[in-house]
């Protein structure tokens, strides 16, 4: 059987939305391979979110325990091995969020498979499934052929749609938790960045900071709310301090693929533009001429981001 | 509370090099191309040296691949390793592979930890650390950070990030993870896996590089470790990504709203 399954992610009773693109990457495999779609629902009192994932068609396995409140990867991965044993699944996915690619080696490892991180879509023929993967900071496209029977992998989400309910719902199948003996791996605490913003891979518009803002992200942050738009920054802005991590764009940050992407007061290095070359346009806000952000913006605007950023944003707010 | 130590120092591109794809696909254009650790495990070295320095123990480098990367290794001997081990292999590898090899080098050392960094900047897979962690049941804390920024005090002062229980059995790892920070309690032995904002790595000094030439560097063949060196992931083929074409420069703002919302139609 070449079953696919993909693992859900959820947080604060919500399904990630991440999830949803995975499982439109885990439908268009199953439909090469001739599989069916299953989908693994882990955590603590998330037997809620179970429809909404059947609604896709998809059949799901919730293993609902207090042992799995956390997504631990050492006591998740053995019972999202189980299930993909139990359905026989040949492919095993989920969204390459900081979850996806903590979890899905280890469950790999536990397989027997070989996997490809952060794929952007499927080649070869028929059955023998390729993954088109990015390497060097996506200056580079792979195409990688995974020799194991089982094969693992992590999607980017910006590749794929997000899955739209099914013709059929799927059932729902309640799984039996063995809770894990001798785990050494304890929770200790979560602190959430809290924004009012739309989240950083999910928003339409992107304003993004560097290091020409000196620390102050007023004018950037002024511009995404007059935009409704999420912000992100550069590894230089994060380093500093000024900026939460989980606002990093890049290679070793998020990667973003929204329709505008303002970058202001940032160079480009490459880690960043691996990270939000794949936007629709893009904006450069830049005192220095030379930047090598000018090479791949659309439209390039020479000036200093602290007159041009707020006269932009009286321009959208004069629009409203 | 002494702690041993194993960390990993792959030789990689530098990222500062242009990397372009031979014409047919085979490979990278590897002329005028430099080569340095990979700078995720140049924070795991920096890592594992502040531990010992705060907790005393021993450091052992580990890389694989040919004898170019006993360069690396020195490299990391430099900032203050203790001794390197390399496992020679030649020809393509995998985390599967890679992971087989490294649980080969733990069960020769055994360490009370192995950081190694959360991903390559040549293949960006993200799995070594991982994989190693299920093939030797241990627990994992991947993509370690620490609270304080890499301007702080605390980062002047070189302290660890990671943060030892008092009776040593335990490792507090703070974890760089969507929509927050987690932090993370491991029971040792434990494999951590470092991101950016852990720490600065240092400098090798002159008279660090010259000591670095006198340790001891213990060569092991692969193929004489039992594991099964083929790859399961196979890169078929290499491309060059559609390049992107760079646009207009405008004159000012007034041009940019313009441009947005009457030809791009995105405002």
């Known amino acids: 059987m070449s079953n696919v399954l993909i693992v859900a992610e959820q947080g604060g009773g919500q399904l990630r939305k991440a999830t949803l693109h995975a499982i439109s990457a885990g439908r268009a495999l199953a439909a090469r391979t001739g599989g069916a779609l299953h989908v693994a629902l882990l955590g603590q009192g998330v037997r809620p979110l179970a429809d909404a994932l059947a609604a896709t068609g998809a059949e799901v396995h919730v293993a609902d325990a207090p042992a799995l409140e956390h997504p631990l990867a050492d006591a998740w991965a053995p019972v999202i091995a189980e299930i993909a044993k139990a359905c026989g699944a040949a492919y095993v996915g989920a969204a390459a969020t900081a979850q996806g690619k903590d979890l899905l080696p280890r469950v790999a490892a536990r397989l027997g498979a070989g996997m490809a991180t952060e794929v952007l879509g499927f080649g070869g023929d028929g059955a023998a499934v390729t993954f088109r993967r990015p390497m060097w900071a996506g200056n580079v496209l792979a195409e ?177 | 509370m002494a702690l041993k130590i194993v960390v990993t120092a792959k030789r990689v591109e530098d990222p500062e090099s242009k990397i372009r794809v031979k014409p047919d696909g085979s490979g990278i254009v590897t002329d005028g191309v430099n080569y340095k650790i990979n700078p995720f495990d140049e924070i795991a070295v920096e890592e594992a040296l502040r531990l010992k320095e705060r907790h005393g123990g021993e450091v052992v480098v580990a890389s694989i691949g040919g ?69 030797l049941g241990w627990p994992q804390g991947t993509f370690a950070s620490k609270t304080e920024s890499l301007e702080s005090e605390a980062e002047q002062k070189k302290e660890p990030g990671l943060v030892l229980s008092a009776d040593g059995k335990a490792l507090t790892v703070v974890r760089e993870v969507d929509g927050g920070v987690e932090t993370l309690e491991l029971g040792l032995p434990a494999v951590v896996t470092t991101d950016l904002r852990l720490n600065k790595p240092r400098f090798a000094s002159l008279p660090g590089i010259m000591k670095a030439k006198k340790k001891p560097l213990q060569e ?47 405002l």
């Open chain 1, 144 to 320: 990688v052929e995974i020799a194991t029977p089982v094969k693992v992998f992590t999607v980017r989400a910006t590749e794929f749609p997000a899955a739209e309910p099914g013709a059929g719902k799927g059932a729902v199948h309640e799984v039996a938790v063995q809770v894990p003996a001798g785990l050494r791996t304890r929770h200790v605490a979560f602190r959430e960045v809290k924004s009012e913003r739309p989240e950083l891979t999910e928003a339409r518009v992107v304003v993004s900071g560097g290091r020409g803002t000196k620390g102050d992200f007023k004018p950037v942050e002024a511009l995404a709310d007059a935009l409704g738009a999420a912000v992100g920054a550069s590894r230089a802005a994060v380093d500093a301090g000024w900026v939460p991590n989980d606002w990093q764009v890049g290679q070793t940050g998020k990667v973003v693929a929204p329709d505008l992407y303002v970058a202001a007061g940032i160079s480009g290095a490459i880690q960043h533009l691996a990270g939000m070359k794949g936007s629709k346009v893009i904006v450069a806000v830049n005192k220095d001429p030379d930047a090598p952000v000018f090479q791949i913006a659309d439209y390039g605007l020479v000036a200093d981001l602290f007159q041009a950023l707020p006269a932009l944003t009286e321009k959208v707010k004069a629009s409203k």
């Open chain 2, 67 to 135: 004898e170019r990367s006993q360069t690396e290794i020195r490299a990391a001997l430099a900032m203050g390793a203790d001794r390197g081990i390399l496992v020679r292999h030649d020809g393509p590898l995998d985390p599967v592979v890679v992971s087989a090899l490294l649980a080969k080098v733990v069960e020769q050392e055994k360490p009370d930890l192995v950081i190694l960094g959360k991903q390559s900047i040549d293949d960006d897979q993200n799995q070594a650390g991982q994989y190693l962690a299920e093939r």
């Open chain 2, 220 to 266: 092991l063949a692969a193929a004489s470790l039992g594991v099964d060196l083929a790859p399961q992931v196979v890169v078929k083929r290499l491309s060059e990504p559609p390049a992107r074409k760079g646009g207009v420069k405008v004159a000012d703002v007034e041009e940019l709203w313009k441009k947005l919302h009457d030809e791009a139609k995105v």
